[in-house]
Protein backbone atom coordinates (compact mmCIF):
# COMPACT_ATOMS: atom_id res chain seq x y z
CA UNK A 1 0.00 0.00 0.00
CA UNK A 2 1.58 3.29 -1.10
CA UNK A 3 1.81 6.30 1.89
CA UNK A 4 -0.48 9.11 1.99
CA UNK A 5 2.53 10.79 4.00
CA UNK A 6 5.64 10.15 4.22
CA UNK A 7 8.43 11.73 6.86
CA UNK A 8 11.71 10.94 6.67
CA UNK A 9 14.62 12.09 9.45
CA UNK A 10 12.67 15.27 9.83
CA UNK A 11 14.47 17.86 11.29
CA UNK A 12 13.29 21.33 12.88
CA UNK A 13 14.88 23.81 15.10
CA UNK A 14 13.50 26.90 16.52
CA UNK A 15 17.32 29.00 17.52
CA UNK A 16 18.63 26.51 19.92
CA UNK A 17 15.85 24.14 20.40
CA UNK A 18 15.58 21.86 18.37
CA UNK A 19 11.77 21.19 17.80
CA UNK A 20 12.00 17.43 15.72
CA UNK A 21 15.67 15.55 15.85
CA UNK A 22 15.19 12.72 12.77
CA UNK A 23 11.68 11.98 12.71
CA UNK A 24 10.28 9.19 10.33
CA UNK A 25 6.98 7.73 9.83
CA UNK A 26 4.71 6.53 7.64
CA UNK A 27 0.91 6.47 6.96
CA UNK A 28 -0.40 4.25 4.41
CA UNK A 29 -3.46 5.53 2.88
CA UNK A 30 -6.88 5.15 4.04
CA UNK A 31 -5.77 4.72 7.89
CA UNK A 32 -5.08 6.80 10.41
CA UNK A 33 -2.32 7.20 12.22
CA UNK A 34 -2.15 8.52 16.16
CA UNK A 35 0.92 10.87 16.67
CA UNK A 36 1.07 10.42 20.54
CA UNK A 37 3.40 12.85 22.65
CA UNK A 38 3.63 15.10 25.36
CA UNK A 39 3.46 19.07 25.04
CA UNK A 40 6.23 20.05 22.97
CA UNK A 41 7.18 16.86 21.87
CA UNK A 42 7.06 18.07 18.27
CA UNK A 43 3.55 16.97 17.25
CA UNK A 44 2.52 19.89 16.47
CA UNK A 45 5.61 21.45 15.16
CA UNK A 46 5.51 17.95 12.37
CA UNK A 47 2.02 19.02 11.39
CA UNK A 48 2.95 22.45 10.77
CA UNK A 49 5.77 20.84 8.62
CA UNK A 50 3.21 18.78 6.68
CA UNK A 51 0.90 21.27 6.04
CA UNK A 52 3.15 23.64 4.73
CA UNK A 53 2.95 26.01 7.46
CA UNK A 54 6.34 25.71 8.83
CA UNK A 55 9.41 25.02 6.48
CA UNK A 56 11.64 22.11 7.72
CA UNK A 57 15.26 22.01 8.29
CA UNK A 58 15.90 18.59 7.10
CA UNK A 59 14.70 15.42 5.74
CA UNK A 60 11.51 14.07 3.96
CA UNK A 61 8.37 15.60 4.11
CA UNK A 62 5.99 14.33 1.25
CA UNK A 63 1.82 13.99 1.51
CA UNK A 64 0.24 12.26 -1.72
CA UNK A 65 3.78 11.80 -3.07
CA UNK A 66 4.41 15.73 -3.10
CA UNK A 67 7.21 17.54 -1.66
CA UNK A 68 5.77 19.80 1.25
CA UNK A 69 8.55 22.38 -0.22
CA UNK A 70 8.59 21.74 -3.33
CA UNK A 71 5.42 22.00 -4.72
CA UNK A 72 3.36 23.28 -1.57
CA UNK A 73 0.27 24.64 -3.40
CA UNK A 74 -0.34 21.58 -4.29
CA UNK A 75 -0.13 19.83 -0.92
CA UNK A 76 -2.45 22.51 0.18
CA UNK A 77 -4.94 21.47 -2.48
CA UNK A 78 -5.60 18.31 -1.11
CA UNK A 79 -5.08 18.23 1.90
CA UNK A 80 -7.30 19.72 5.68
CA UNK A 81 -6.22 21.05 8.58
CA UNK A 82 -8.15 21.73 12.13
CA UNK A 83 -5.84 22.84 14.72
CA UNK A 84 -5.71 23.14 18.50
CA UNK A 85 -7.98 25.92 18.09
CA UNK A 86 -11.22 25.92 16.90
CA UNK A 87 -9.92 28.65 13.92
CA UNK A 88 -13.25 29.95 13.17
CA UNK A 89 -14.62 33.82 12.36
CA UNK A 90 -16.46 34.42 15.38
CA UNK A 91 -18.26 37.46 13.88
CA UNK A 92 -19.28 35.14 10.52
CA UNK A 93 -22.42 32.89 10.86
CA UNK A 94 -21.41 28.90 10.44
CA UNK A 95 -22.49 29.02 6.77
CA UNK A 96 -20.36 31.80 6.14
CA UNK A 97 -17.62 30.74 7.59
CA UNK A 98 -17.77 27.19 5.57
CA UNK A 99 -18.26 29.98 2.28
CA UNK A 100 -14.92 31.92 3.07
CA UNK A 101 -12.80 28.51 3.64
CA UNK A 102 -14.66 27.06 0.12
CA UNK A 103 -13.73 30.45 -1.42
CA UNK A 104 -10.18 30.63 -0.42
CA UNK A 105 -9.49 26.63 -1.27
CA UNK A 106 -10.41 28.16 -4.98
CA UNK A 107 -14.10 25.73 -5.13
CA UNK A 108 -16.47 26.83 -7.89
CA UNK A 109 -18.94 29.19 -5.89
CA UNK A 110 -21.94 27.04 -7.35
CA UNK A 111 -20.21 23.71 -5.50
CA UNK A 112 -19.46 25.37 -1.97
CA UNK A 113 -23.24 26.32 -1.22
CA UNK A 114 -24.54 22.86 -1.80
CA UNK A 115 -21.17 21.60 0.13
CA UNK A 116 -21.68 23.66 3.24
CA UNK A 117 -25.49 22.86 3.51
CA UNK A 118 -24.30 19.04 3.64
CA UNK A 119 -21.63 19.47 6.02
CA UNK A 120 -23.86 21.69 8.45
CA UNK A 121 -26.60 19.15 8.10
CA UNK A 122 -23.76 16.08 8.72
CA UNK A 123 -22.28 17.90 11.94
CA UNK A 124 -25.60 18.62 13.44
CA UNK A 125 -25.05 22.52 13.03
CA UNK A 126 -28.03 23.21 10.55
CA UNK A 127 -29.91 24.80 12.85
CA UNK A 128 -27.27 26.85 14.26
CA UNK A 129 -26.25 27.50 10.41
CA UNK A 130 -27.39 30.99 10.10
CA UNK A 131 -25.85 31.94 13.74
CA UNK A 132 -22.72 33.92 13.98
CA UNK A 133 -20.13 31.52 15.94
CA UNK A 134 -20.03 33.77 18.60
CA UNK A 135 -22.98 32.51 19.74
CA UNK A 136 -21.45 28.53 19.48
CA UNK A 137 -20.64 25.94 22.59
CA UNK A 138 -16.98 24.65 22.16
CA UNK A 139 -18.46 21.22 21.04
CA UNK A 140 -20.02 23.18 17.73
CA UNK A 141 -16.98 25.66 17.93
CA UNK A 142 -15.18 22.17 17.10
CA UNK A 143 -17.52 20.21 14.71
CA UNK A 144 -17.50 23.71 12.35
CA UNK A 145 -13.74 23.20 12.53
CA UNK A 146 -13.44 19.91 11.25
CA UNK A 147 -16.28 20.99 8.70
CA UNK A 148 -14.37 23.88 7.37
CA UNK A 149 -11.24 21.55 7.15
CA UNK A 150 -13.87 19.14 4.76
CA UNK A 151 -14.73 21.93 2.74
CA UNK A 152 -13.07 21.05 -0.39
CA UNK A 153 -13.13 17.11 0.28
CA UNK A 154 -9.39 16.61 1.40
CA UNK A 155 -7.33 13.06 1.14
CA UNK A 156 -5.54 13.84 3.71
CA UNK A 157 -6.55 15.36 6.99
CA UNK A 158 -4.42 16.55 10.10
CA UNK A 159 -6.09 16.79 13.14
CA UNK A 160 -3.61 18.52 15.63
CA UNK A 161 -5.41 17.63 19.57
CA UNK A 162 -8.99 17.98 17.99
CA UNK A 163 -10.31 16.73 21.60
CA UNK A 164 -8.59 18.80 23.88
CA UNK A 165 -10.49 20.93 26.07
CA UNK A 166 -14.01 19.16 25.49
CA UNK A 167 -16.18 17.38 27.25
CA UNK A 168 -16.36 13.55 27.42
CA UNK A 169 -19.62 13.90 25.51
CA UNK A 170 -18.04 16.32 22.95
CA UNK A 171 -15.12 14.07 22.52
CA UNK A 172 -16.50 10.82 21.72
CA UNK A 173 -19.08 13.10 19.17
CA UNK A 174 -15.88 13.74 17.69
CA UNK A 175 -14.52 10.63 17.05
CA UNK A 176 -17.14 9.32 15.93
CA UNK A 177 -17.05 11.27 13.01
CA UNK A 178 -13.53 10.97 12.81
CA UNK A 179 -14.18 7.32 12.13
CA UNK A 180 -16.31 7.99 9.41
CA UNK A 181 -14.25 9.84 7.65
CA UNK A 182 -12.10 7.67 7.36
CA UNK A 183 -14.71 4.21 6.61
CA UNK A 184 -14.97 6.99 3.60
CA UNK A 185 -11.46 6.71 2.65
CA UNK A 186 -9.78 9.88 4.33
CA UNK A 187 -6.35 9.46 6.03
CA UNK A 188 -5.88 11.20 9.09
CA UNK A 189 -2.88 12.17 11.10
CA UNK A 190 -4.52 12.70 14.52
CA UNK A 191 -1.66 14.37 17.37
CA UNK A 192 -2.65 13.76 20.97
CA UNK A 193 -2.24 13.67 24.43
CA UNK A 194 -4.14 10.75 25.16
CA UNK A 195 -3.82 7.32 24.75
CA UNK A 196 -6.98 7.09 24.97
CA UNK A 197 -8.19 8.76 21.96
CA UNK A 198 -5.19 6.83 19.73
CA UNK A 199 -6.38 3.47 20.60
CA UNK A 200 -10.01 4.20 19.81
CA UNK A 201 -9.02 6.23 16.45
CA UNK A 202 -5.57 5.22 15.30
CA UNK A 203 -4.65 1.90 13.12
CA UNK A 204 -0.86 2.77 14.18
CA UNK A 205 0.73 4.85 16.94
CA UNK A 206 3.65 7.12 17.05
CA UNK A 207 5.31 7.93 20.18
CA UNK A 208 7.39 11.17 20.23
CA UNK A 209 9.21 12.35 22.94
CA UNK A 210 11.67 15.43 22.57
CA UNK A 211 11.58 15.31 18.64
CA UNK A 212 12.38 11.84 18.86
CA UNK A 213 10.20 8.82 17.69
CA UNK A 214 10.63 6.52 20.86
CA UNK A 215 7.95 3.97 19.90
CA UNK A 216 5.79 2.90 17.13
CA UNK A 217 3.03 0.11 16.47
CA UNK A 218 -0.65 -0.35 17.36
CA UNK A 219 -2.02 -0.12 20.49
CA UNK A 220 -2.50 -3.45 21.37
CA UNK A 221 2.16 -3.56 20.82
CA UNK A 222 2.67 -0.59 22.49
CA UNK A 223 0.04 -1.94 25.42
CA UNK A 224 2.15 -5.77 25.57
CA UNK A 225 5.28 -3.63 26.26
CA UNK A 226 4.26 -2.51 29.13
CA UNK A 227 2.03 -4.70 30.45
CA UNK A 228 -1.62 -5.09 29.17
CA UNK A 229 -2.52 -4.83 32.82
CA UNK A 230 -1.52 -2.51 35.69
CA UNK A 231 -2.54 -3.43 39.69
CA UNK A 232 -2.01 -0.67 42.22
CA UNK A 233 -1.83 -2.22 45.76
CA UNK A 234 -2.54 0.13 48.60
CA UNK A 235 -1.78 -0.46 52.05
CA UNK A 236 -1.88 1.14 54.99
CA UNK A 237 1.59 2.10 55.75
CA UNK A 238 5.01 2.59 53.90
CA UNK A 239 6.52 -0.23 56.12
CA UNK A 240 3.31 -2.69 54.87
CA UNK A 241 3.87 -1.23 51.24
CA UNK A 242 7.78 -2.51 51.65
CA UNK A 243 6.68 -6.00 52.59
CA UNK A 244 4.15 -5.99 49.82
CA UNK A 245 6.86 -5.19 47.23
CA UNK A 246 9.02 -7.98 48.77
CA UNK A 247 6.03 -10.09 47.97
CA UNK A 248 5.09 -9.33 44.85
CA UNK A 249 8.34 -8.36 43.28
CA UNK A 250 8.08 -12.49 42.16
CA UNK A 251 4.96 -11.88 40.04
CA UNK A 252 6.50 -9.02 37.52
CA UNK A 253 8.05 -5.79 37.38
CA UNK A 254 6.93 -3.49 40.57
CA UNK A 255 7.32 -0.50 42.38
CA UNK A 256 5.86 1.76 44.74
CA UNK A 257 4.58 4.88 43.84
CA UNK A 258 4.95 8.07 45.22
CA UNK A 259 3.34 8.04 48.61
CA UNK A 260 5.15 4.84 49.57
CA UNK A 261 2.01 3.22 49.78
CA UNK A 262 0.83 1.65 46.97
CA UNK A 263 2.95 -0.66 45.06
CA UNK A 264 2.43 -0.83 41.58
CA UNK A 265 2.76 -4.07 39.14
CA UNK A 266 2.54 -4.61 35.24
CA UNK A 267 1.49 -7.84 34.08
CA UNK A 268 0.85 -9.75 30.69
CA UNK A 269 -1.73 -11.81 31.84
CA UNK A 270 -4.44 -9.77 32.22
CA UNK A 271 -7.16 -10.21 34.97
CA UNK A 272 -5.29 -13.07 35.97
CA UNK A 273 -3.03 -11.75 37.75
CA UNK A 274 -5.28 -10.49 40.20
CA UNK A 275 -5.63 -13.71 41.61
CA UNK A 276 -1.53 -14.20 41.76
CA UNK A 277 -1.94 -11.21 44.06
CA UNK A 278 -4.49 -12.02 46.33
CA UNK A 279 -3.03 -15.42 47.10
CA UNK A 280 0.43 -14.12 47.63
CA UNK A 281 -0.49 -11.35 50.13
CA UNK A 282 -2.93 -13.61 51.39
CA UNK A 283 -0.07 -16.22 52.25
CA UNK A 284 1.74 -13.47 54.12
CA UNK A 285 -1.01 -12.50 56.30
CA UNK A 286 -0.78 -9.09 54.46
CA UNK A 287 -4.15 -7.41 53.81
CA UNK A 288 -3.91 -4.39 50.95
CA UNK A 289 -6.14 -1.38 51.98
CA UNK A 290 -7.14 -1.03 48.11
CA UNK A 291 -6.62 -3.42 44.91
CA UNK A 292 -7.25 -1.66 41.50
CA UNK A 293 -6.86 -3.42 38.02
CA UNK A 294 -6.14 -1.03 35.57
CA UNK A 295 -4.98 -0.41 31.97
CA UNK A 296 -2.35 1.54 31.37
CA UNK A 297 -2.42 5.34 30.66
CA UNK A 298 -0.47 7.56 28.81
CA UNK A 299 1.73 8.35 31.65
CA UNK A 300 2.69 4.68 32.10
CA UNK A 301 4.06 4.32 28.50
CA UNK A 302 6.04 7.43 29.27
CA UNK A 303 7.11 6.25 32.37
CA UNK A 304 8.21 2.68 31.24
CA UNK A 305 9.48 4.22 27.47
CA UNK A 306 11.30 7.45 28.42
CA UNK A 307 11.56 7.33 32.47
CA UNK A 308 10.26 10.28 32.68
CA UNK A 309 5.80 11.12 33.36
CA UNK A 310 4.16 12.36 30.29
CA UNK A 311 4.02 16.18 31.57
CA UNK A 312 6.45 18.57 30.50
CA UNK A 313 9.50 18.74 32.00
CA UNK A 314 10.60 22.64 31.00
CA UNK A 315 9.06 25.58 29.70
CA UNK A 316 11.55 26.11 26.15
CA UNK A 317 10.25 23.20 24.78
CA UNK A 318 6.78 24.67 24.63
CA UNK A 319 7.76 27.10 22.54
CA UNK A 320 6.13 25.96 19.74
CA UNK A 321 2.96 23.91 21.32
CA UNK A 322 1.24 26.48 23.84
CA UNK A 323 -2.26 25.73 24.54
CA UNK A 324 -2.46 22.25 25.01
CA UNK A 325 -4.25 20.64 28.52
CA UNK A 326 -1.48 19.72 30.82
CA UNK A 327 -1.39 16.74 32.34
CA UNK A 328 -1.08 16.73 36.40
CA UNK A 329 0.26 13.31 37.51
CA UNK A 330 2.94 13.37 40.11
CA UNK A 331 6.07 12.42 38.57
CA UNK A 332 7.43 9.11 39.83
CA UNK B 1 -26.19 10.59 6.77
CA UNK B 2 -24.85 9.27 2.98
CA UNK B 3 -21.65 8.07 2.41
CA UNK B 4 -20.99 10.46 -0.32
CA UNK B 5 -21.41 13.63 2.63
CA UNK B 6 -17.81 13.88 3.77
CA UNK B 7 -15.50 11.63 1.84
CA UNK B 8 -12.42 12.30 -0.16
CA UNK B 9 -13.27 12.93 -3.81
CA UNK B 10 -11.37 15.15 -6.71
CA UNK B 11 -13.23 19.06 -6.75
CA UNK B 12 -13.04 20.88 -9.91
CA UNK B 13 -10.93 24.16 -9.37
CA UNK B 14 -11.29 27.23 -12.15
CA UNK B 15 -8.25 27.62 -14.09
CA UNK B 16 -6.85 31.03 -13.44
CA UNK B 17 -3.79 33.03 -13.17
CA UNK B 18 -1.84 33.27 -9.96
CA UNK B 19 -2.48 37.47 -9.91
CA UNK B 20 -6.22 36.96 -10.22
CA UNK B 21 -6.39 34.72 -7.72
CA UNK B 22 -4.91 37.00 -5.66
CA UNK B 23 -7.68 39.50 -6.40
CA UNK B 24 -10.26 37.23 -5.88
CA UNK B 25 -8.37 36.00 -2.72
CA UNK B 26 -8.38 39.93 -1.41
CA UNK B 27 -12.19 40.22 -2.36
CA UNK B 28 -13.11 37.50 -0.51
CA UNK B 29 -10.60 38.35 2.75
CA UNK B 30 -12.26 42.16 2.41
CA UNK B 31 -16.17 40.71 2.19
CA UNK B 32 -15.37 38.88 5.54
CA UNK B 33 -14.03 41.95 7.51
CA UNK B 34 -16.71 43.80 5.98
CA UNK B 35 -19.46 41.62 7.17
CA UNK B 36 -17.99 41.88 10.91
CA UNK B 37 -18.22 45.81 10.01
CA UNK B 38 -21.60 44.92 9.16
CA UNK B 39 -22.39 42.71 11.83
CA UNK B 40 -21.23 45.01 14.59
CA UNK B 41 -21.92 48.64 13.81
CA UNK B 42 -21.22 49.99 17.32
CA UNK B 43 -17.42 49.21 15.47
CA UNK B 44 -18.03 52.09 13.33
CA UNK B 45 -19.61 54.36 16.21
CA UNK B 46 -16.42 53.06 18.17
CA UNK B 47 -14.17 54.46 15.31
CA UNK B 48 -15.33 57.55 15.43
CA UNK B 49 -15.88 59.05 19.19
CA UNK B 50 -12.53 59.83 20.13
CA UNK B 51 -12.54 62.05 16.93
CA UNK B 52 -15.78 63.78 17.70
CA UNK B 53 -14.37 64.55 21.73
CA UNK B 54 -11.55 66.55 19.83
CA UNK B 55 -13.62 67.79 17.50
CA UNK B 56 -15.70 69.09 20.57
CA UNK B 57 -12.52 69.62 22.80
CA UNK B 58 -10.81 72.00 20.38
CA UNK B 59 -13.46 73.80 18.74
CA UNK B 60 -15.28 74.82 22.02
CA UNK B 61 -12.38 74.19 24.63
CA UNK B 62 -9.15 75.15 23.27
CA UNK B 63 -10.26 76.44 19.96
CA UNK B 64 -10.91 80.02 21.50
CA UNK B 65 -7.12 79.92 22.66
CA UNK B 66 -5.75 79.44 19.40
CA UNK B 67 -5.30 82.04 17.11
CA UNK B 68 -5.41 81.37 13.22
CA UNK B 69 -4.55 84.22 10.92
CA UNK B 70 -6.58 83.44 8.21
CA UNK B 71 -10.59 82.22 8.19
CA UNK B 72 -12.13 80.34 10.89
CA UNK B 73 -10.40 77.70 13.50
CA UNK B 74 -13.09 74.93 13.12
CA UNK B 75 -12.23 74.92 9.05
CA UNK B 76 -8.25 74.69 10.15
CA UNK B 77 -9.56 71.97 12.94
CA UNK B 78 -11.43 69.59 10.64
CA UNK B 79 -8.82 68.45 8.00
CA UNK B 80 -6.72 68.01 11.23
CA UNK B 81 -9.20 65.80 12.84
CA UNK B 82 -9.79 63.79 9.71
CA UNK B 83 -5.99 62.58 9.46
CA UNK B 84 -6.60 61.98 13.43
CA UNK B 85 -9.34 59.90 12.52
CA UNK B 86 -7.60 57.67 9.34
CA UNK B 87 -4.57 57.33 11.65
CA UNK B 88 -6.21 56.22 14.79
CA UNK B 89 -8.03 54.23 12.63
CA UNK B 90 -4.80 52.15 11.35
CA UNK B 91 -4.48 50.47 14.52
CA UNK B 92 -7.41 48.35 13.91
CA UNK B 93 -5.97 46.84 11.15
CA UNK B 94 -2.93 45.57 13.08
CA UNK B 95 -5.54 44.83 16.12
CA UNK B 96 -7.49 42.27 13.49
CA UNK B 97 -4.86 40.89 12.70
CA UNK B 98 -3.34 40.05 15.72
CA UNK B 99 -6.45 38.53 16.74
CA UNK B 100 -6.91 36.65 13.77
CA UNK B 101 -3.34 35.28 14.72
CA UNK B 102 -4.18 34.37 18.36
CA UNK B 103 -7.21 32.80 17.37
CA UNK B 104 -5.53 30.80 14.84
CA UNK B 105 -7.13 31.75 11.73
CA UNK B 106 -4.36 32.85 10.32
CA UNK B 107 -2.74 29.36 11.01
CA UNK B 108 -5.61 27.71 8.81
CA UNK B 109 -5.55 30.31 5.79
CA UNK B 110 -1.60 29.17 5.66
CA UNK B 111 -3.08 26.04 5.12
CA UNK B 112 -5.09 26.69 2.44
CA UNK B 113 -4.21 27.37 -1.36
CA UNK B 114 -5.19 30.80 -1.15
CA UNK B 115 -2.80 33.69 -2.29
CA UNK B 116 -0.44 34.65 0.52
CA UNK B 117 -1.04 38.40 -0.01
CA UNK B 118 -4.76 38.22 0.16
CA UNK B 119 -5.08 38.45 4.10
CA UNK B 120 -3.34 41.56 4.39
CA UNK B 121 -4.79 43.33 0.69
CA UNK B 122 -8.17 41.97 1.91
CA UNK B 123 -7.73 43.74 5.62
CA UNK B 124 -6.52 46.78 4.25
CA UNK B 125 -8.84 47.22 1.93
CA UNK B 126 -11.73 46.49 4.09
CA UNK B 127 -10.23 48.89 6.71
CA UNK B 128 -10.03 51.36 3.93
CA UNK B 129 -14.00 50.93 3.21
CA UNK B 130 -14.42 51.34 6.86
CA UNK B 131 -12.66 54.60 6.95
CA UNK B 132 -14.87 56.18 3.75
CA UNK B 133 -17.69 55.77 5.90
CA UNK B 134 -16.34 56.64 8.87
CA UNK B 135 -14.97 60.14 7.14
CA UNK B 136 -18.49 61.03 6.10
CA UNK B 137 -20.03 60.60 9.34
CA UNK B 138 -16.55 63.24 10.52
CA UNK B 139 -17.63 65.23 7.63
CA UNK B 140 -21.15 65.53 8.53
CA UNK B 141 -20.04 66.02 11.88
CA UNK B 142 -17.60 68.98 11.00
CA UNK B 143 -21.04 70.58 9.39
CA UNK B 144 -22.92 70.66 12.74
CA UNK B 145 -19.81 72.12 13.87
CA UNK B 146 -19.32 74.85 11.69
CA UNK B 147 -17.03 73.35 9.17
CA UNK B 148 -17.24 74.68 5.81
CA UNK B 149 -15.59 73.73 2.29
CA UNK B 150 -14.18 76.87 1.33
CA UNK B 151 -13.94 75.38 -2.74
CA UNK B 152 -16.51 73.05 -3.96
CA UNK B 153 -17.15 69.53 -4.14
CA UNK B 154 -14.37 68.23 -5.92
CA UNK B 155 -12.17 69.92 -3.43
CA UNK B 156 -13.84 67.80 -0.77
CA UNK B 157 -13.94 64.57 -2.87
CA UNK B 158 -9.80 65.25 -3.55
CA UNK B 159 -9.18 66.62 0.05
CA UNK B 160 -10.72 63.24 1.74
CA UNK B 161 -9.02 61.05 -1.76
CA UNK B 162 -5.56 62.44 -0.45
CA UNK B 163 -6.82 61.56 3.62
CA UNK B 164 -7.76 57.98 2.41
CA UNK B 165 -5.15 57.12 0.52
CA UNK B 166 -2.55 57.97 3.61
CA UNK B 167 -4.69 56.42 5.81
CA UNK B 168 -4.63 53.23 3.75
CA UNK B 169 -0.69 53.85 3.57
CA UNK B 170 -0.35 53.73 7.43
CA UNK B 171 -2.59 50.33 7.51
CA UNK B 172 0.44 48.27 6.22
CA UNK B 173 2.54 49.94 9.11
CA UNK B 174 -0.04 48.75 11.71
CA UNK B 175 -0.37 45.44 9.86
CA UNK B 176 3.47 44.34 10.82
CA UNK B 177 2.53 45.63 14.33
CA UNK B 178 -0.19 43.17 14.50
CA UNK B 179 1.97 40.46 13.35
CA UNK B 180 4.83 40.77 15.44
CA UNK B 181 2.23 40.78 18.62
CA UNK B 182 0.19 38.05 19.76
CA UNK B 183 -2.81 39.51 20.99
CA UNK B 184 -5.33 42.64 20.29
CA UNK B 185 -4.25 44.64 23.57
CA UNK B 186 -0.08 44.19 23.07
CA UNK B 187 -0.83 45.72 19.01
CA UNK B 188 -2.89 48.44 20.36
CA UNK B 189 -0.20 49.53 23.31
CA UNK B 190 2.30 49.23 21.02
CA UNK B 191 1.11 51.45 18.28
CA UNK B 192 0.46 54.56 20.36
CA UNK B 193 3.75 55.60 20.73
CA UNK B 194 4.16 55.61 17.26
CA UNK B 195 1.19 57.61 16.51
CA UNK B 196 1.45 59.63 19.10
CA UNK B 197 4.55 61.93 18.51
CA UNK B 198 2.82 62.01 14.44
CA UNK B 199 -0.81 63.05 15.17
CA UNK B 200 0.06 65.98 17.45
CA UNK B 201 3.65 66.96 16.65
CA UNK B 202 1.98 68.22 13.68
CA UNK B 203 -0.20 70.93 12.15
CA UNK B 204 -3.40 68.88 12.79
CA UNK B 205 -4.29 71.10 15.77
CA UNK B 206 -2.06 74.40 16.05
CA UNK B 207 0.14 75.83 13.36
CA UNK B 208 3.36 74.39 13.08
CA UNK B 209 5.06 77.70 13.72
CA UNK B 210 3.88 78.04 17.42
CA UNK B 211 5.82 75.04 18.27
CA UNK B 212 9.72 75.65 19.11
CA UNK B 213 12.40 75.59 16.48
CA UNK B 214 13.68 72.08 17.06
CA UNK B 215 10.00 70.70 16.74
CA UNK B 216 9.00 72.76 13.62
CA UNK B 217 11.81 70.77 11.33
CA UNK B 218 9.85 67.54 12.26
CA UNK B 219 5.93 69.00 12.35
CA UNK B 220 6.22 70.73 8.78
CA UNK B 221 7.75 67.71 6.83
CA UNK B 222 6.18 64.39 8.53
CA UNK B 223 3.49 62.53 6.55
CA UNK B 224 0.83 63.49 8.30
CA UNK B 225 1.19 67.32 8.23
CA UNK B 226 1.46 67.12 5.05
CA UNK B 227 -1.48 65.06 4.54
CA UNK B 228 -3.02 67.72 6.30
CA UNK B 229 -1.97 70.33 4.46
CA UNK B 230 -2.50 68.88 1.09
CA UNK B 231 -6.48 67.88 2.17
CA UNK B 232 -6.33 71.53 3.50
CA UNK B 233 -5.64 72.97 0.31
CA UNK B 234 -8.05 71.16 -1.37
CA UNK B 235 -10.84 71.59 1.14
CA UNK B 236 -9.82 75.50 1.88
CA UNK B 237 -8.01 76.72 -1.09
CA UNK B 238 -7.17 80.17 -0.23
CA UNK B 239 -4.21 81.25 1.79
CA UNK B 240 -4.18 77.16 2.23
CA UNK B 241 -3.77 76.47 -1.93
CA UNK B 242 -0.43 74.56 -1.75
CA UNK B 243 -0.90 72.13 -4.67
CA UNK B 244 2.96 70.97 -3.98
CA UNK B 245 1.31 69.60 -0.91
CA UNK B 246 -0.97 67.32 -2.43
CA UNK B 247 1.74 65.38 -4.68
CA UNK B 248 3.96 65.29 -1.76
CA UNK B 249 1.20 63.75 0.43
CA UNK B 250 -0.34 61.08 -2.35
CA UNK B 251 4.26 60.86 -3.16
CA UNK B 252 4.42 59.76 0.93
CA UNK B 253 1.66 57.41 0.77
CA UNK B 254 2.80 55.57 -1.91
CA UNK B 255 6.27 55.34 -0.62
CA UNK B 256 5.36 53.92 3.07
CA UNK B 257 3.26 51.47 0.94
CA UNK B 258 6.15 50.62 -1.55
CA UNK B 259 8.39 50.06 1.94
CA UNK B 260 6.02 48.50 4.12
CA UNK B 261 3.35 46.41 2.11
CA UNK B 262 6.40 44.00 1.26
CA UNK B 263 7.36 44.30 4.60
CA UNK B 264 3.92 43.17 5.93
CA UNK B 265 3.58 40.39 3.72
CA UNK B 266 7.44 38.76 4.51
CA UNK B 267 6.03 39.00 7.89
CA UNK B 268 2.90 37.17 7.27
CA UNK B 269 4.69 34.37 5.78
CA UNK B 270 7.01 34.21 8.79
CA UNK B 271 3.94 34.63 11.54
CA UNK B 272 2.08 32.30 13.46
Same mark, same amino acid.
Given at each position: ????????????????????????????????????????????????????????????????????????????????????????????????????????????????????????????????????????????? $?????? #?? %? @?? *???? &?????? +???????????????????????????????????????????????????????????????????????????????????????????????????????????????????????? $?????? #?? %? @?? *???? &?????? +????????????????????????????? | ????????????????????????????????????????????????????????????????????????????????????????????????????????????????????????????????????????????????????????????????????????????????????????????????????????????????????????????????????????????????????????????????????????????????
Amino acid at each position: MDSAIRVEQLKKCFGSVTALDGVDFAVPRGTVLGLLGPNGAGKTTAVRILTTILKRDGGVAEVLGIDVGADPQGVRERIGLAGQYAAVDENLTGSENLWLIGKLSHLEPKTIRPRAVELLERFELDRAAERPVRTYSGGMR $RRLDLA #AA %L @VH *RPEV &LFLDEP +TTGLDPQGRTGLWRVIEELVREGTTVLLTTQYLEEADYLADNIVVIDHGHVIAEGTAAQLKARLGATIVEVGFADVAAAQRGRNVLGGLGPSDVDGDGHTVELKANDGARIAIDVVRALD $REGLEP #AS %L @VL *REPT &LDDVFL +TLTGHAAEESTSDEEQDESGGRRRTRGAA | MTATVISPAAVERPKRSAFAWAVADTKTIAWRNLVTLRRLPQLLVFATIQPVIFVLMFRYVFGGAIHIQHGSYVNYLMPGVFAQTVAFGAIQTGIGLAEDLHKGLIERFRSLPMARSAVLSGRTLADLTRNVFVMVLMIAIGYLVGFRVQTNVFGLLGGMAVMLFFGFSLTWIFAIIGLSTTNAESAQAASFPILAPLVFASSAFVVVGTMPGWLQGFAKYQPLSIAIDASRSLMLGGIYSDTGKVFASIAWSIGIIAVFAPLAIRRYRKAA
